[in-house]
């Protein structure tokens, strides 16, 4: 079965410095989304994506955040300048069209640890 | 303000036991979403439903749109079902899919 893929799976780096978290969704889908869930959290919306740009995004997605779509393949989230707080899991999902009766298919995460 | 709130935060059963998991929410949805959370937290859809009844082998998910409440069901649980559930209704009244909005979760052992 087609799997979204995240990498790396755990990124440890120093506060202030950039970080690029990566996706790879299933390939006919349309829709991406970027989450996060800090430890002991719930899981919390960041942003979503359609036809190359973004559809909706939470207050959580401030200036320090971006997303890409570089090529037919890769979604990427973007912090350009991290804070301890945006330590957390960071969850990318996929969904192939607006009416799907299909559910949105995750990642399996990508752990950011800010030093 | 729109949540999705669910009972209880933690469970724990005997292998075998019929576990239920509750989920209510303050949105206008049309589909209901159930995620399996595993230890290492990589995230699983289980069920996405807008009506009625799914059954995927030992798990079943019920959903009242009137009433806004949705439940999971495990039958003859397993210790490998330990793991955090999840429900996630999408943020826009309508809307089937788009931006979830998740529930805090509900934390599963089932002891052998």
């Known amino acids: 079965e087609p799997e979204v893929t995240q990498t790396p799976s755990h990124q440890v780096t120093q506060m202030g410095q950039e970080v690029i978290l990566r996706c790879v969704p299933i390939?006919?889908?349309?829709?991406f989304y970027w989450y996060r869930q800090i430890l002991g959290q719930k899981v919390e919306f960041l942003v979503s994506?359609?036809?190359?740009?973004?559809?909706?995004k939470s207050e959580i997605f401030d200036d320090q955040f971006s997303v890409e779509r570089p090529d037919g393949s890769n979604f990427t989230l973007k912090i350009r300048s991290t804070k301890l707080e945006d330590s957390a899991m960071y969850f990318c999902?996929?969904?192939?069209?607006?009416?799907?009766?299909?559910?949105?298919?995750f990642g399996d995460g990508t752990r950011l640890s800010i030093l | 303000k729109n949540e999705v709130e669910q009972s209880p935060q933690n469970l724990t059963a005997q292998e075998g036991e019929f576990i239920t998991i509750n989920c209510s929410y303050s949105?206008?949805?049309?589909?209901l979403h159930w995620l399996q959370q595993h230890p290492g937290g990589g995230i699983v859809s289980l069920f996405m439903?807008?009506?009625g009844k799914k059954k995927h082998g030992r798990l079943i998910a019920t959903i009242n749109i009137q009433e806004k409440h949705s439940s999971l069901h495990i039958t003859a649980s397993h210790p490998r079902d330990s793991a955090v559930y999840i429900c996630?209704?999408?943020?826009?009244?309508?809307?089937?899919?788009?931006?979830?909005?998740f529930g805090k979760g509900t934390k599963l052992s089932v002891k052998p």
């Open positions: 390939s006919n889908h349309l829709y």
């Open positions: 999902a996929s969904r192939d069209r607006e009416y799907s009766n299909q559910p949105q298919h």
């Open positions: 996630a209704a999408p943020v826009r009244y309508g809307g089937s899919q788009g931006n979830l909005i």
């Open positions: 439903l807008s009506s």
């Open positions: 949105v206008g949805i049309s589909a």
């Open positions: 994506f359609y036809n190359n740009e973004i559809s909706e």
